[in-house]
């Protein structure tokens, strides 16, 4: 699948961690108004609450339906539900699915699928994506969309955008080159939030559990096996090659995703809300 931000199963070691080890309820970031000077896991758990807070704020009153597209473990969805609104969610990934099946009292109709095979009888009045437009073409998503959408139906995106062609973030989309996509398969844009600055408090909270659950751990068992016996050593790195490659992988990865600075000057975190007209 193009575009996806980590194509590696170590994708499901992220989702053990957040939500077995940190018991997080969400994996998308969390949003402030004013940041406080020390942020822990529960200062991360109400941002992630006002995230989705301020995100359903952003739909028009007429709506009823809602297929949420790429919906995470659910937080999104569940709220939706709240509220009074009929949800249809969607996952490629499989470990989703155990998650939401204990939320909003078993309303949310979840559909273990990409949106590339997705099919329903269901019209919506609107599609969510919240952080997950990257993970397939713009083309697919806008066409897709515009399949389930009824008739003067509404496209709310919430998430990474790349500001340019820039070799950093290349699993982005360029945010005017969607908008561009968006206009030709008829979908004019209604409203524009940029959040980055809410945002990338996040960031920084999210490279210290890098640190503290790959980059020290490793440190330690490669500095115990050094100490115990240079075998040892030579054992670790001969049956756990493979692993110890993907795991420092992956902190490579995020140590370029979590860099504030860079962030900033590479990426909008944007929302979008968009409304078909033809």
């Avoid at 699993?171 to 004019?188: D, K, L, M, S, V």
């Amino acid at each position: 699948m193009p575009n996806l931000f980590w194509t590696k199963p170590e994708l499901d070691l992220e989702l053990l961690v957040v939500t077995e080890l940190l018991n997080m309820n969400s994996l998308h970031y969390g949003y402030w108004e004013s940041p406080p000077s020390k942020i822990d896991l529960n200062a991360i758990r109400t941002a992630q609450a006002e995230y989705t807070k301020t995100l359903l704020q952003m739909f028009p009153e007429s709506i009823s339906t809602v297929l949420d597209v790429g919906c995470g473990i659910g937080d999104n969805a569940a709220a939706m539900v709240s509220k009074g609104l009929d949800v249809t969610a969607i996952s490629p990934d499989t470990n989703h699915g155990q998650y939401i099946q204990g939320l909003a009292g078993g309303k949310i109709d979840f559909h273990n699928t990409r949106i590339q095979e997705f099919t329903s009888d269901k019209q919506f009045d609107l599609v969510l994506m919240s952080e997950s437009q990257d993970y397939f073409p713009i083309d697919v998503g806008l066409s897709q969309t515009r399949k389930f959408l009824n008739k003067n139906g509404y496209l709310l995106i919430s998430g990474f955008f790349r500001n340019s062609d820039t070799p950093e973030f290349k699993e982005c989309h360029i945010e005017q080159n969607y908008i561009e996509a968006a206009a030709r398969y008829g979908f004019t844009e209604i409203e524009r939030i940029d959040i980055t600055s809410n945002v990338t408090p996040t960031l920084a909270y999210c490279a210290r559990m890098v640190d503290e659950f790959i980059e020290k751990p490793y440190r330690l068992l490669e500095r115990y096996a050094q100490g115990n016996l240079k075998f040892k050593l030579w054992m670790l790195r001969l049956f756990f090659s493979r692993q110890i490659k993907q795991l420092l992988e992956m902190k490579a990865y995020y140590d370029k995703r979590f860099d504030v600075e860079l962030f900033r000057d590479r990426i909008s975190y944007t929302r979008l809300l968009f409304q078909k007209v033809k």
